[in-house]
């Protein structure tokens, strides 16, 4: 299966600033997408990111908040902006290979003060 | 709308007894199931699927159910170890939605010495 390298593994930030965070892939994938999840709470889809077209986003999300990058069939970013306490969850990136398996990222751990 | 759930938030069980770990979905166009296994701090790690053209299927100490009328799958885990102690997770996934995963809550298994 796809190995994926998710960076940061962690941060502290301060509210009002953005994060951006990486995931870089060691197989060409079609579909990349993007979870998040809150302190005790089950994995939530934010975005399909799309390779050479804007993202995907699920209900709830939004762009001008989450805006994400798919330069390339091995990469794509996340960037939390504008942040605020409630945005302290785990961020993880995660890709469906050939063989319709999922993989996923280590995850970010964000923590906003 | 919660399509994929797991209503049992944690369970615990002794050591070389079965675990069963239950998820229930209300999309019938869900065509793919699978299990993960998270750590704290880590990404979700991929256990067990299941097509939906199957009602079994077992790798090792793990099989899952999958009982499509009753929109209803299973994970047994036999004989239960203290290293499967996590928290598991159940997603489900449609090929003709866009293939995006789809989590329940999770359910905390301990499995006690």
């Known amino acids: 299966s796809a190995v994926i390298s998710q960076k940061p593994s962690r941060d502290i930030c301060q509210r009002g600033t953005s994060l951006t965070i990486q995931c870089q892939v060691d197989?060409?994938?079609?579909?990349m997408f993007w979870y998040r999840q809150q302190p005790g709470q089950s994995l939530t889809l934010i975005a399909t990111a799309n390779q050479g077209s804007e993202a995907t986003y699920e209900s709830g999300f939004v762009i001008d908040k989450f805006p994400i990058s798919r330069p390339n069939l091995t990469f794509s970013t996340l960037t939390v902006s504008n942040m605020s306490p409630e945005d302290s969850s785990i961020y993880l990136c995660?890709?469906?290979?050939?063989?319709?398996?999922?993989?996923f990222g280590s995850g970010t751990r964000l923590t906003v003060v | 709308d919660q399509q994929v759930k797991q209503n049992s938030p944690s369970l615990s069980v002794q050591e070389g007894r079965i675990s069963i770990l239950n998820c229930d979905y209300t999309?019938?166009?869900?065509?793919?199931f699978l299990w993960y296994k998270k750590y704290p701090a880590e990404g979700p790690t991929f256990l067990i699927s299941i097509s939906s053209i199957k009602d079994k299927n077992e790798d090792g100490r793990f099989t899952v159910f999958l009982n499509k009328s009753a929109k209803h799958l299973s994970l047994h885990i036999v004989p239960s170890q203290p290293g499967d102690s996590a928290v598991y997770f159940c997603a489900a996934s449609a090929l003709n939605q866009g293939g995006k995963l789809i989590f329940g809550q999770g359910t905390e298994l301990s499995v006690k010495p």
């Open positions: 197989s060409q994938v079609t579909m």
């Open positions: 999309n019938s166009m869900f065509d793919y």
């Open positions: 995660s890709v469906r290979d050939n063989n319709y398996g999922y993989t």
